[in-house]
């Protein structure tokens, strides 16, 4: 299957916004489940492509300057290849993402927030 995507986030601020950066991860990759004929993302100001631990691509944005609205734009065509029962082949066993980090430990706070 085929797919057009066109995806947009429209942003409105009640006061100018400036000097602002946006980390935007929005871009598909080619894998054994689809394929990536074409993808753009469409954002105003300097834009940057950066790669985290597990090979995703992403973007960051930055505007320099003052603005009301700004609207982020991806699109692209994708093909998927949906062969039956072959079910999701991880590169990464699932109790990696279960490790406890600096960035994911809870406190006081945040544990009366949660109750």
Not at 6 to 13: D, P
Not at 84 to 112: K, V
């Amino acid at each position: 299957m085929k797919l057009m995507v066109n995806h947009q986030t429209h942003y409105t601020y009640s006061e100018n916004a400036c000097n602002s950066i946006q980390y935007i991860k929005m871009i598909p990759q080619s894998s054994q489940h689809q394929y990536v004929h074409y993808w753009d993302i469409s954002v105003p100001g300097e834009r940057v492509l950066k790669k985290d631990v597990f090979n995703n691509l992403w973007l960051t944005c930055s505007q320099r300057f003052d603005y009301q609205h700004l609207t982020i734009m991806a699109q692209g065509i994708v093909e998927l290849h949906c062969g039956g029962n072959e079910g999701h082949q991880a590169s990464l066993p699932l109790s990696l993402f279960l490790q406890p980090t600096h960035a994911t430990l809870w406190d006081a706070n945040m544990l009366e927030f949660a109750t």
